[in-house]
């Protein structure tokens, strides 16, 4: 019979194991489970920090249960590995609970899912720890792969690719894991339709939210906490959308004009599709694509939340539209499927998850969908080429094999970010303005302090 979750841990628990053993995505399984419960928001910011906390650093808490048990981490059942994460991380991390309950808490639990006869060994290992402190360490940044996989809690092909296929440097490599590790609040797009940053700024305060106006882009406010945003009027009314800061650079990088047609690939949620609308000002067509009705959906929910008509959102495979849309759109935007390692501080779970032979066959896909969406725009429009990701071979080699390829593309330079990035351009070095000089700009969290994205605008010559 299922257990339902009593406290914060156990709920925290229950998130972990989905994400663990059904490869659930850790946003959207603490969507669904906190938002229709009655939690307080105390609760709500525990759950929170326990999960993302515990995948974040979970490289660093397994090495030090390797120190501590006798046997490998994988021979305990999922659950109770999980319990002996949640248990060191509110040791190692988190000072304001008392150790003494930490440890309480585990054994309850453990006792309260049916492995009692483990709950001795959980006891045995975490007061362990307690009282080897000074024995049971993580490896220090004198020893530089060890330190970014364990310490900085990063897996180690990733480590490897950073260092050897990027070549980036120790520092840049440690800014970049820290960067990941980091607690930040959510990023939101005004949805200036219906409001003014400025207006919205009072309105969250007032809601107790804790806005600041955003780094880069200037519809971006950033909210020092998620906790209680789904309850929100101002989200009811479609006053925002939840979208990251450099993923909102993608739609200025295309500069679309009122009046005229856009295809967005790979749509879903529609973040991209309702900003495109937004500087459009509503006026104009946007068929927005996705192969999954339930994506499909959410940008339909979206789209009526934001209050906007000229957005058609369709299920279908991008790569094999209907002929009627050759040379239909004025604009094609094609936000890639990705290995999303820009994203790993707002997706900590996706760092246990990829594998380095994700890279090549996602570069795979993508070139495909670059291939097709080239079909789609007509003769003099521009297409902006994206993803959420750090790799040369899903970025800049893409868009290099693309115009050796089609010689009737050309890479179009981005100065009107200038303008768009005036209020915040000290975030913009002279290697960014060189870059988005040239139609291709890589962001990456330790130069730019922000999610790691990358973005090629090109034109299709007349």
């Known amino acids: 019979m299922a257990i339902v979750p009593q406290n914060a841990r156990e709920m925290a628990l229950e998130i972990l194991y989905q994400v663990e053993s059904e490869s659930a995505y850790a946003n959207l399984e603490l969507n669904k489970r906190l938002s229709g419960g009655n939690w307080q928001n105390n609760d709500l910011r525990l759950i929170t920090e326990l999960v993302y906390g515990v995948l974040r650093m979970r490289g660093a808490i397994d090495f030090l249960l390797a120190q501590l048990l006798t046997k490998p981490l994988q021979t305990l059942p999922p659950k109770v590995l999980i319990i002996l994460r949640l248990g060191m991380y509110q040791l190692l991390?988190?000072?304001?609970i008392p150790e003494s309950a930490v440890v309480n808490e585990a054994v309850k639990m453990t006792k309260r899912y049916g492995y009692a006869g483990i709950a001795s060994v959980v006891n045995a290992v975490l007061r362990n720890y307690l009282r080897k402190k000074e024995e049971v360490?993580?490896?220090?940044?004198?020893?530089?792969?060890?330190?970014?996989?364990?310490?900085?809690?990063?897996?180690?092909?990733?480590?490897?690719?950073?260092?050897?296929?990027?070549?980036?440097?120790?520092?840049?490599a440690v800014s970049f894991c820290c960067f990941n590790n980091q607690q930040r609040g959510v990023s939101i797009r005004t949805n200036t339709l219906k409001t003014s940053v400025e207006e919205l700024l009072a309105l969250l305060q007032e809601e107790g939210l804790e806005p600041q106006k955003g780094n880069l882009a200037p519809e971006a406010i950033t909210l020092a906490r998620a906790v209680g945003l789904a309850k929100t009027k101002s989200l009811r009314e479609g006053l925002f959308q939840v979208q990251d800061e450099a993923s909102m650079l993608v739609a200025h990088a295309l500069d679309p004009k009122p009046g005229s047609r856009?295809?967005?690939?790979?749509?879903?949620?529609?973040?991209?599709?309702?900003?495109?609308?937004?500087?459009?000002?509503?006026?104009?067509?946007?068929?927005?694509?996705?192969?999954?009705?339930?994506?499909?959906?959410?940008?339909?929910?979206?789209?009526?939340?934001?209050?906007?008509?000229?957005?058609?959102?369709k299920i279908g495979d991008a790569r094999r539209l209907s002929s009627s849309y050759n040379q239909w759109a004025d604009a094609v935007l094609l936000d890639a499927p990705c290995t999303g390692l820009g994203v790993l501080g707002r997706r900590p779970d996706s760092r246990w998850q990829k594998k380095r032979e994700d890279i090549s066959t996602l570069a795979v896909l993508s070139y495909e969908l670059l291939c097709a969406a080239a079909d789609y725009l007509k003769p003099g429009g521009v297409l902006v080429y994206s993803t959420c990701t750090i790799t040369k071979e899903e970025n800049q080699l893409q868009v290099e094999r693309f115009l050796k390829e089609h010689d009737e593309f050309t890479l179009s330079p981005m100065n009107h970010l200038a303008d768009v990035l005036k209020e915040n351009n000290d975030r913009i070095g002279l290697?960014?303005?060189?870059?988005?000089?040239?139609?291709?700009?890589?962001?990456?969290?330790?130069?730019?302090?922000?999610?790691?994205?990358?973005i090629a605008r090109l034109q299709k010559l007349k």
């Open 137 to 172: 360490t993580l490896p220090d940044i004198s020893q530089k792969k060890e330190y970014l996989t364990h310490t900085l809690s990063h897996p180690a092909w990733l480590i490897d690719y950073l260092l050897d296929d990027l070549s980036w440097g120790f520092e840049d």
């Open 93 to 96: 991390y988190l000072d304001k």
């Open 431 to 454: 290697s960014d303005q060189a870059m988005m000089q040239n139609g291709m700009w890589q962001l990456l969290p330790q130069t730019n302090q922000t999610e790691g994205f990358f």
């Open 262 to 313: 856009i295809l967005d690939l790979c749509a879903a949620p529609g973040g991209k599709s309702t900003h495109l609308a937004q500087l459009m000002q509503n006026d104009g067509e946007i068929h927005a694509y996705d192969m999954y009705p339930h994506k499909v959906t959410l940008i339909q929910e979206n789209v009526r939340r934001l209050g906007l008509d000229m957005i058609k959102a």
